[in-house]
Structures are given as C-alpha cells and as structure tokens.
C-alpha cells in the first residue's frame, strides 16, 4: 500500500528542467487508484523527449505546466536511458500504460470518466469495451486552444460532469494547459491525466507498437514507419535536439536538480 497522502510532496527529480517521478510503475498505479474520486481536482503529467525539447526550445516557458502537476511520470525509454547514462534510475511510467490499467484493472462499473480529445468512434469504441463505465465526452475544434472561450467550454464541460477521471488526449502542450485551467478554476474534483493518444491506442490496439519495440526504446521509429507525413519532421529533426540538449546540461552542470514540491503555486528548485 502506497501513502497517497505524499504524492504532491513525493521527491521528483527535475531532469533536463522537467520534474519526473522516482516511483515504479506499480507505486504511481496504486497512487492513482488509491485518490479519492471528490479530492480537489489535480493533473499528472507524462513527459517524453518530444516535451523535453519543447520545454528547452522555448525558453523554460511550458516548464512550470509540469511543475504545477500533482505527479510527472517519464513518458520515455530514451529520457530513462539518458539519465542512466549518469547514474539516475528514472522510472518508465507511459501514459498509453497507466491508462490501460486503469480501464482494465481499477475503474469500477459506475465509475464516471471525462475524455477531453477524441473522435467519436474511439469514444464508441471503448463503451463497447468498457460497458459498465460511464463516459462523458467533449471533443473541442481544432485551434481552441488559441481562443479562450473555446477553452472555457472545455472546463465548463468538465464542470457539469463530475468525473473520477478526465482524461485530457489533445496533444501537448495544449492537453497540459487544460489541465492546469482545470486546476485553477478552484471548485473541480477529480484526476487529471494527460495522455496524448492513449485512449485511442486502447481503442484500436493495433495502433500501438509492438511490445518489442517499446522494450528498445524503438516506438518511436514504429510510429515514423506508419505515420510519416506527420511525424517526419519531429522524429528527424526536433527529437534529436534531446542529445544536444543533454550534452549542453552535462557541460554545465545541470543535469539534475531536485524538486521537492510538486503541484504548488510556488515550486522551489535546489540544484543537487
């Protein structure tokens, strides 16, 4: 049994200006499960290479989204192997992952979720999957997040349709600024996961890449393979920065840090 109770204190470490959780799988699958459906309403992160270089290009400015969460998971088999490189053991904990065995495992019959992102048939088919799940669904326009009473709309949904989970699929960094929208409304309860195209891997299985390739840290190339007019250019030519990135951090010394608040308005970092 996992203390929930320490989650948003849990020591994380700040890896390449990113704070990613230290627990295993096992601990960050019973930390969800465990949190009560009513609690204030919080989000978690699953931060991979492709956030990772965002976070460096732009200047540190998407950073804080992360350090608002109530727990970052390391999305990445490259970012783990990196760290390892170093002498840090960063957990793997991926979004498609934690959302499998939550539908599979700890979601209850009754139990209400909220989906933020996705098209209808995915939504159709997972309550054909998971009948006894309730699932509320609000899929916003393309572009909302540049228009602030289309986001408004989104968290008013979220509102009216108290959830256990909402889980927020519309790509980063737009699914992380939601959930912090979310978060900063104040009255909303629940768990926020932002989990990118989990939901549709779980729908459509063969979506996903094989079992092996995730092993090698190789998915990525699978999702290149079958998808590469639109994943050509971050897979071959921003993704790659990642080593730049981490070469730049060894040079001066900024590797690690420690993070020991998470989800805090005020987040204090100590370089270790």
Avoid at 86 to 103: A, H, K, N, Y
Avoid at 185 to 207: I, Q, S, Y
């Amino acid at each position: 049994m996992v203390d929930n109770s320490v989650v948003g204190t849990a020591r994380h470490l700040s890896f390449l200006q990113v704070p990613v959780s230290l627990l295993p799988t096992r601990d960050v699958v019973a930390i969800v499960a465990q949190r009560p459906a009513n609690a204030e309403f919080a989000y978690v992160v699953t931060p991979n290479v492709d956030h990772v270089v965002r976070v460096h290009r732009q200047s540190g400015r998407f950073s804080w989204l992360y350090r608002k969460a109530w727990l970052s998971t390391c999305d990445s088999r490259i970012l783990s192997a990196l760290a390892g490189t170093v002498g840090i053991e960063l957990p793997v904990t991926t979004g498609s992952d934690l959302t499998r065995v939550l539908f599979e495992q700890v979601l209850q019959p009754e139990d209400r979720i909220t989906v933020i992102g996705c098209n209808d048939e995915t939504i159709a088919i997972l309550k054909e999957k998971y009948p006894g799940i309730i699932i509320h669904h609000y899929n916003p326009p393309m572009g909302f997040i540049n228009k602030d009473q289309e986001v408004v709309k989104v968290v008013d949904f979220v509102a009216a349709h108290p959830s256990r989970f909402v889980f927020v699929c519309v790509g980063s960094p737009r699914q992380e600024v939601v959930a912090y929208r979310l978060r900063q409304r104040g009255d909303l309860t629940g768990l926020g996961l932002c989990v990118g195209n989990a939901l549709a891997f779980l729908a459509f299985p063969e979506m996903r890449a094989p079992k092996w390739c995730s092993r090698f840290g190789l998915e990525w190339l699978y999702r290149l393979v079958t998808e590469p007019q639109r994943l050509w250019r971050r897979y071959l030519i921003d993704d790659p920065l990642i080593f730049a990135i981490f070469l730049k951090a060894i040079v001066t010394h900024s590797v690690v840090e420690t993070s020991t608040v998470m989800g805090a308005d005020t987040v204090e970092i100590q370089s270790e």
